[in-house]
Protein backbone atom coordinates (compact mmCIF):
# COMPACT_ATOMS: atom_id res chain seq x y z
CA UNK A 1 0.00 0.00 0.00
CA UNK A 2 2.04 3.42 -1.12
CA UNK A 3 -1.29 5.34 -0.67
CA UNK A 4 -2.22 8.67 1.69
CA UNK A 5 -5.68 8.69 2.01
CA UNK A 6 -7.47 12.09 3.52
CA UNK A 7 -10.66 12.74 4.67
CA UNK A 8 -12.97 13.94 3.71
CA UNK A 9 -12.42 15.01 0.20
CA UNK A 10 -14.63 18.74 0.41
CA UNK A 11 -15.81 20.75 3.54
CA UNK A 12 -17.40 23.81 3.87
CA UNK A 13 -17.26 25.50 7.47
CA UNK A 14 -18.69 28.54 9.34
CA UNK A 15 -16.02 30.66 11.15
CA UNK A 16 -17.79 29.58 13.97
CA UNK A 17 -17.61 26.30 13.39
CA UNK A 18 -14.99 22.93 14.77
CA UNK A 19 -14.12 20.62 12.53
CA UNK A 20 -10.78 18.03 11.97
CA UNK A 21 -9.24 16.59 8.78
CA UNK A 22 -8.00 12.98 8.60
CA UNK A 23 -4.98 11.58 6.81
CA UNK A 24 -3.91 7.82 7.24
CA UNK A 25 -0.75 5.92 5.29
CA UNK A 26 0.14 2.28 6.04
CA UNK A 27 3.23 2.39 4.68
CA UNK A 28 5.11 2.10 7.84
CA UNK A 29 6.48 6.17 6.89
CA UNK A 30 7.44 7.53 10.87
CA UNK A 31 7.35 11.29 9.69
CA UNK A 32 3.83 13.11 8.12
CA UNK A 33 3.77 16.64 6.99
CA UNK A 34 0.48 19.15 6.74
CA UNK A 35 0.87 21.51 3.82
CA UNK A 36 -1.65 24.02 2.88
CA UNK A 37 -2.36 25.24 -0.88
CA UNK A 38 -3.54 28.53 -2.52
CA UNK A 39 -4.91 28.28 -5.78
CA UNK A 40 -2.45 28.28 -8.82
CA UNK A 41 0.44 28.22 -5.75
CA UNK A 42 2.76 25.87 -4.31
CA UNK A 43 2.40 23.86 -1.07
CA UNK A 44 3.47 25.59 2.07
CA UNK A 45 5.01 23.50 4.92
CA UNK A 46 2.43 23.75 8.22
CA UNK A 47 3.67 21.05 10.35
CA UNK A 48 6.26 18.31 10.50
CA UNK A 49 5.51 15.42 13.14
CA UNK A 50 8.68 12.77 13.60
CA UNK A 51 7.90 9.87 15.17
CA UNK A 52 4.66 10.99 16.80
CA UNK A 53 6.44 13.69 17.88
CA UNK A 54 5.76 17.60 16.04
CA UNK A 55 9.20 18.53 14.92
CA UNK A 56 8.13 21.82 12.90
CA UNK A 57 5.65 24.65 13.16
CA UNK A 58 6.06 27.13 11.12
CA UNK A 59 4.83 29.71 12.68
CA UNK A 60 0.86 28.68 11.81
CA UNK A 61 -1.97 29.95 14.12
CA UNK A 62 -3.71 28.51 16.76
CA UNK A 63 -6.64 27.71 15.20
CA UNK A 64 -5.38 25.41 13.38
CA UNK A 65 -4.06 21.97 16.10
CA UNK A 66 -2.55 19.22 14.91
CA UNK A 67 -2.32 15.62 16.34
CA UNK A 68 -0.96 12.44 15.81
CA UNK A 69 -2.55 9.66 17.65
CA UNK A 70 -0.27 6.98 16.09
CA UNK A 71 2.30 6.59 13.62
CA UNK A 72 -0.36 5.83 10.60
CA UNK A 73 -2.89 9.08 11.63
CA UNK A 74 -2.87 12.50 11.39
CA UNK A 75 -5.38 14.54 12.26
CA UNK A 76 -5.55 18.47 12.13
CA UNK A 77 -8.44 20.10 14.10
CA UNK A 78 -9.67 23.39 12.97
CA UNK A 79 -11.71 25.84 15.06
CA UNK A 80 -12.80 29.52 14.26
CA UNK A 81 -11.18 29.93 11.27
CA UNK A 82 -10.82 32.32 8.57
CA UNK A 83 -12.63 33.21 4.92
CA UNK A 84 -8.97 33.51 3.97
CA UNK A 85 -8.08 29.85 5.36
CA UNK A 86 -9.98 28.55 2.31
CA UNK A 87 -7.40 26.05 0.57
CA UNK A 88 -6.67 22.59 -0.52
CA UNK A 89 -4.74 21.14 2.57
CA UNK A 90 -2.36 18.54 1.98
CA UNK A 91 -0.92 15.40 3.89
CA UNK A 92 2.25 13.66 2.98
CA UNK A 93 4.30 11.24 4.63
CA UNK A 94 7.84 9.75 4.10
CA UNK A 95 9.97 7.27 5.58
CA UNK A 96 11.53 9.42 8.13
CA UNK A 97 12.06 12.93 8.63
CA UNK A 98 15.64 13.23 6.56
CA UNK A 99 13.72 11.75 3.99
CA UNK A 100 12.89 13.90 1.55
CA UNK A 101 10.69 11.82 -1.36
CA UNK A 102 7.36 12.50 0.47
CA UNK A 103 4.04 11.11 -0.55
CA UNK A 104 1.13 13.41 -0.90
CA UNK A 105 -2.16 12.66 -0.64
CA UNK A 106 -5.18 14.05 -2.66
CA UNK A 107 -5.89 16.80 -0.53
CA UNK A 108 -8.72 18.31 1.62
CA UNK A 109 -10.82 21.63 -0.12
CA UNK A 110 -11.72 23.55 2.47
CA UNK A 111 -14.09 26.48 2.22
CA UNK A 112 -14.59 28.71 5.03
CA UNK A 113 -17.65 30.50 4.80
CA UNK B 1 10.70 20.48 -28.61
CA UNK B 2 9.37 23.66 -26.51
CA UNK B 3 11.95 25.26 -23.58
CA UNK B 4 11.82 28.36 -21.31
CA UNK B 5 14.98 29.33 -20.71
CA UNK B 6 13.78 31.32 -17.66
CA UNK B 7 11.14 29.80 -15.28
CA UNK B 8 7.68 30.49 -17.05
CA UNK B 9 4.40 30.15 -15.01
CA UNK B 10 2.89 28.20 -18.23
CA UNK B 11 4.19 26.11 -21.26
CA UNK B 12 2.19 24.75 -24.05
CA UNK B 13 3.72 21.94 -26.16
CA UNK B 14 2.66 19.76 -29.44
CA UNK B 15 1.74 16.07 -28.73
CA UNK B 16 4.88 14.00 -29.41
CA UNK B 17 7.51 16.80 -28.57
CA UNK B 18 9.90 16.82 -26.01
CA UNK B 19 9.48 19.95 -23.01
CA UNK B 20 11.88 21.16 -21.11
CA UNK B 21 10.79 23.07 -17.56
CA UNK B 22 13.29 25.10 -15.37
CA UNK B 23 13.83 26.16 -12.37
CA UNK B 24 15.83 28.20 -10.14
CA UNK B 25 16.57 27.56 -6.53
CA UNK B 26 17.72 30.42 -4.27
CA UNK B 27 19.85 28.07 -1.60
CA UNK B 28 23.59 27.50 -2.36
CA UNK B 29 23.40 25.19 0.16
CA UNK B 30 20.50 22.87 -1.17
CA UNK B 31 21.79 19.71 -1.46
CA UNK B 32 18.20 17.91 -2.74
CA UNK B 33 16.30 18.47 -5.20
CA UNK B 34 12.88 16.54 -6.82
CA UNK B 35 10.42 17.34 -9.33
CA UNK B 36 6.90 17.38 -8.36
CA UNK B 37 3.77 16.99 -10.82
CA UNK B 38 0.70 17.55 -9.73
CA UNK B 39 -2.46 16.78 -12.11
CA UNK B 40 -5.55 18.31 -11.32
CA UNK B 41 -7.64 17.63 -8.19
CA UNK B 42 -4.86 15.64 -6.88
CA UNK B 43 -1.45 16.07 -4.46
CA UNK B 44 1.87 16.39 -6.00
CA UNK B 45 3.48 13.15 -7.19
CA UNK B 46 7.42 12.15 -7.10
CA UNK B 47 8.31 12.27 -10.79
CA UNK B 48 12.76 12.05 -9.82
CA UNK B 49 14.83 13.31 -7.82
CA UNK B 50 18.97 14.08 -7.61
CA UNK B 51 21.68 14.79 -5.26
CA UNK B 52 24.22 18.15 -5.05
CA UNK B 53 26.81 15.53 -6.17
CA UNK B 54 25.21 14.99 -9.58
CA UNK B 55 24.65 17.12 -12.26
CA UNK B 56 21.74 14.63 -13.99
CA UNK B 57 19.74 11.86 -13.66
CA UNK B 58 17.37 9.86 -16.06
CA UNK B 59 14.20 8.01 -15.27
CA UNK B 60 11.56 6.55 -17.55
CA UNK B 61 11.09 9.36 -20.17
CA UNK B 62 12.41 12.26 -17.80
CA UNK B 63 15.70 13.86 -17.57
CA UNK B 64 16.51 16.36 -14.45
CA UNK B 65 19.60 18.36 -15.32
CA UNK B 66 21.07 20.24 -12.41
CA UNK B 67 23.62 23.21 -12.95
CA UNK B 68 24.64 24.14 -9.56
CA UNK B 69 27.00 26.98 -10.94
CA UNK B 70 24.02 28.91 -12.01
CA UNK B 71 21.80 27.43 -8.97
CA UNK B 72 19.53 26.19 -11.96
CA UNK B 73 17.67 22.82 -12.39
CA UNK B 74 15.58 21.69 -15.60
CA UNK B 75 12.77 18.40 -16.36
CA UNK B 76 13.36 17.36 -19.65
CA UNK B 77 9.76 15.10 -20.74
CA UNK B 78 10.61 13.06 -24.00
CA UNK B 79 8.09 12.66 -26.59
CA UNK B 80 4.77 14.61 -23.95
CA UNK B 81 1.83 12.82 -23.75
CA UNK B 82 -1.58 14.11 -22.96
CA UNK B 83 -1.40 12.66 -19.56
CA UNK B 84 1.62 14.88 -18.78
CA UNK B 85 -0.63 17.70 -18.78
CA UNK B 86 -0.41 19.32 -15.15
CA UNK B 87 1.60 21.41 -12.65
CA UNK B 88 5.04 20.57 -12.18
CA UNK B 89 6.96 22.01 -9.11
CA UNK B 90 10.88 21.89 -8.05
CA UNK B 91 11.36 21.61 -4.72
CA UNK B 92 14.50 22.08 -2.77
CA UNK B 93 15.69 20.78 0.49
CA UNK B 94 17.72 24.04 1.64
CA UNK B 95 18.37 21.91 5.27
CA UNK B 96 16.48 21.48 8.71
CA UNK B 97 14.81 18.45 7.14
CA UNK B 98 12.08 21.18 4.71
CA UNK B 99 11.58 20.83 1.18
CA UNK B 100 10.94 24.31 -0.56
CA UNK B 101 8.30 24.38 -3.58
CA UNK B 102 9.34 26.51 -6.29
CA UNK B 103 6.20 28.69 -7.98
CA UNK B 104 4.94 25.66 -10.45
CA UNK B 105 4.70 25.50 -14.56
CA UNK B 106 1.65 24.51 -15.80
CA UNK B 107 1.98 22.23 -18.46
CA UNK B 108 -0.85 22.05 -21.55
CA UNK B 109 -0.26 19.29 -24.43
CA UNK B 110 -1.85 20.32 -27.57
CA UNK B 111 -3.12 17.36 -29.46
Known amino acids: DTEVTQTPKHLVMGMTNKKSLKCEQHMGHRAMYWYKQKAKKPPELMFV???????INESVPSRFSPECPNSSLLNLHLHALQPEDSALYLC????????????FGPGTRLTVT | GESVGLHLPTLSVQEGDNSIINCAYS??????FIWYKQESGKGPQFIIDIRSNMDKRQGQRVTVLLNKTVKHLSLQIAATQPGDSAVYFCAENPGDYKLSFGAGTTVTVRA
Open chain 2, 27 to 32: NSASDY
Open chain 1, 92 to 103: ASSTNRGSYEQY
Open chain 1, 49 to 55: YSYEKLS
